[in-house]
């Protein structure tokens, strides 16, 4: 029965991501020829908002675009990655001639270099002119076209800043061209390689050969990756290097999970609205998007602060809630929660009854926020009878 499930969805996603895909026709100068692109936007696309999106180059579009518009499909719909531009490229008979590469180096090379300069110099900017894009671009591409993209490597500032290179045929020296600029980066790059144990043989071998040298790099700007799947031939491994890559490529962008709170959030030095602010700070410097930070995320904080007794975290989350959405009860409810604690009764009182007239929470309503209220006046009242007596006395 969960297979019938996961195959309906699937096939809806696959309904869903044909009725989204738009083709054009775009005359290239570079090539003295017209490229035919197969273009997928956001579901909710709204060329009048701010909100930008990555954008994924995807080579040999004619086989490659659907594989990547499903995988994009189905971690968008669970926010495991940002609603990205997919831009697929139709190459069919051309393709021999945009891979043309050196024998030597491996890099395009006439046809090849026209191609490449087509992408770099017609393509990217097209697409930045006339979508809402962020600064990151992604390139997939496989056997000759994994070859070729790596070639955006060189460019002063990298082209692309992440590369999924799905079984890619390396040409001449290109492997070690690659090791080299990777260890000398000086911007942030996802790279990400993978093959199979049924690929083809002299793919495989300089695969892992490249696999050597590359897990070996000590450079901060790297985050670099490598998969080699079981059973999928050279082609099949398409599907599950995709799903990989992706996934680790936006692991960044995904809420916050068992995994990051227990490995980095538990033993964070600070206070837990640093954390969280810093980490939402680099997905925006990373990925060029803003991505809100979620209620759900700020509870997860809180958990871990009343773990780690750190009743500071738990007062600067609130206060970082109520900057975030000052009509929610959340960020004043905490706060109150602080006082309570700290044993500033009137303090707690006031936030409590200001609590009363925000917003509810799912997991906190009024009658919960009375229920303290209540118990803080029974406290004042004994303590200004205490006071009293002591008075008295």
């Known amino acids: 029965m969960k297979n019938t499930y996961l195959f309906i969805f699937s096939l809806l996603l696959c309904l869903q991501v044909s009725a989204q895909v738009t083709y054009e026709k775009f005359e290239s ?11 997928k936007l956001p579901k909710n696309y709204d060329p009048e908002s701010e909100l930008k999106h990555p954008v994924i180059i995807v080579f040999d579009g004619e086989y490659l675009f659907e594989p990547v518009s499903g995988q994009v499909s189905f971690q968008t719909h669970f926010d495991e990655m940002p609603e990205s531009i997919i831009v697929g490229i139709i190459q069919g ?3 021999f001639y945009d891979s043309y590469f050196d024998e030597v180096s491996g890099l395009p090379f006439e046809s090849g270099d026209r191609f490449y300069k087509f ?3 017609e393509l990217i900017p097209h697409i930045d002119a006339n979508y809402n894009t962020s600064k990151f671009k992604v390139a997939v591409g496989h056997n000759l076209m994994g070859n070729f993209m790596n070639a955006f490597l060189f460019h002063e500032e990298p082209v ?3 590369y999924i290179n799905l079984s890619p045929d390396f040409k001449g020296t290109m492997h070690e061209n690659v090791a080299t600029r990777l260890q000398w980066l000086e911007d942030d790059i996802f790279y990400y390689m993978a093959t199979s144990d049924k690929d083809i043989k002299s793919i495989r071998e300089t695969v892992r050969t490249t696999n050597e040298q590359l897990k070996t790099i000590d450079n901060q700007h790297l985050t670099y990756y490598y998969d080699e799947l079981k059973g999928d031939t050279h082609y099949q491994l398409v599907t599950g290097a995709l799903s990989k890559a992706l996934d680790k490529i936006f692991e960044l962008y995904k809420p916050l999970d068992d995994k990051e709170l227990n490995e980095k959030v538990v033993p964070y030095e600070g206070t837990l609205d640093d954390y969280i602010v810093d980490r939402y700070k680099r997905i925006d410097d990373l990925f060029g998007i803003f991505k809100p930070i979620s209620e759900k995320e700020l509870e997860q904080l809180i958990t871990v602060a009343e773990k780690r007794e750190d009743l500071e975290s738990v007062y600067k989350i609130g206060k970082l ?14 706060m109150a929660l602080y006082a309570e604690k700290l044993g500033k009764t009137k303090k707690a009182l ?4 200001t609590a009363l007239g925000l917003e509810d929470m799912a997991h906190i309503d009024r009658e919960f926020i009375m229920s303290h209220v209540e118990g803080l006046k029974v406290v004042e009242d004994d303590t200004e009878i205490e006071d009293e007596d002591d008075e008295e006395n």
């Open 160 to 162: 692309f800043q992440a």
């Open 93 to 95: 008979e051309e393709r």
């Open 350 to 353: 006031k936030l409590y009854e």
């Open 29 to 39: 100068r570079k090539l003295n020829s017209t490229r035919q692109l197969k273009i």
């Open 119 to 121: 992408v770099e110099q």
């Open 321 to 334: 809630a109520n900057k975030l959405n000052p009509n929610s009860s959340f960020g004043t409810y905490y």
